[in-house]
């Protein structure tokens, strides 16, 4: 497929996807006339990076990381080495952090939109 059926069909834009592909996170073939060209595993492919971005890692973090990762056929993936695994664990901690500070967060709001509706009902 071309660069911008897969940047339809993934919901990412085709600057993004050509930078996936200079930071070597995505492989194009390409045509005679220079056009890229992806195969069908290409849709999971950025699905899956968009999530690792999502995830807070950086584009030199998932290309360690893609290649541990199983492919949507099921396909074999490397073995991670040990520091990869350890920075992993502390990447997995870290967004465990944020939610518990979201959580926190979510609390003291909830409290002030209680409070707030308090006082509306005795207006009301």
Not at 34 to 49: M, S
Not at 58 to 79: F, H, K, N, Y
Not at 99 to 117: G, K, Y
């Given at each position: ?73 099921g ?38 939109i209680d ?5 509306l009902?005795?207006?009301?």
């Amino acid at each position: 497929m071309r660069i911008g059926e897969l940047a339809r069909r993934t919901g990412v834009s085709e600057r993004s996807l050509r930078y996936y592909e200079q930071q070597g996170l995505l492989v194009a073939r390409r045509t005679p006339g220079g056009h890229r060209e992806y195969g069908e595993g290409a849709v999971d492919r950025v699905l899956r990076i968009q999530e690792l971005y999502a995830a807070g890692l950086s584009s030199s973090r998932i290309g360690q990381l893609l290649p541990c990762m199983r492919d949507a056929d099921g396909g074999p993936s490397e073995i991670a080495d040990e520091r990869l695994v350890t920075d992993l664990t502390a990447e997995r901690d870290r967004i465990d952090r944020m939610i518990e500070d979201l959580q926190r967060s979510r609390a003291v709001l909830d409290e002030v939109i209680d409070t707030a509706s308090g006082g509306l009902a005795a207006k009301g």
